[in-house]
């Protein structure tokens, strides 16, 4: 069963960093392209960022480019989300995702994401 959970959320002023983490069961890393998403108070979820072992495919939003890095530890079994330079509107929770297609190209538009295996979220909080 596969199954992931996004932790390491939490407060932090703006300017300041934090490191999410996305512990998952159930299957290898490697065999699925890993998504971050998150859902901030009254907006739509966006995505944030992808990342693939297997294709070496990779995307970040533009808000992000710069800020953030994904990455993955296999050995753990855990992705990670590296988040710098925090401002306010980064304020929401976030939520990982094991793609099986293996790509962070194709497949990508919202009509897709309902085809993935979610995670719990964590919030992250981003004070002025």
């Known amino acids: 069963e596969v199954q992931l959970q996004a932790s390491g959320g939490g407060l932090v002023q703006a300017g300041g960093s934090l490191r999410l983490s996305c512990a998952a069961s159930?299957?290898?890393?490697?065999?699925?392209?890993i998504r971050w998403f998150r859902q901030a108070p009254g907006k739509e979820r966006e995505s944030v960022s992808c990342?693939?072992?297997?294709?070496?495919?990779?995307y970040y939003a533009d808000s992000v480019k710069g800020r953030f890095t994904a990455s993955s530890d296999a050995a753990k079994n855990t992705a990670y989300l590296q988040m710098n330079s925090l401002k306010p509107e980064d304020t929401a929770v976030y939520y990982c995702?094991?793609?099986?297609?293996?790509?962070?190209?194709?497949?990508?538009?919202?009509?897709?994401?309902?085809?993935?295996?979610w995670g719990v979220g964590t919030l992250v909080t981003v004070s002025s």
């Open positions: 159930g299957f290898t890393f490697d065999d699925y392209a």
């Open positions: 995702a094991a793609d099986d297609t293996r790509s962070c190209t194709l497949y990508s538009a919202k009509y897709y994401w309902q085809s993935f295996y």
């Open positions: 990342i693939s072992s297997s294709d070496g495919s990779s």
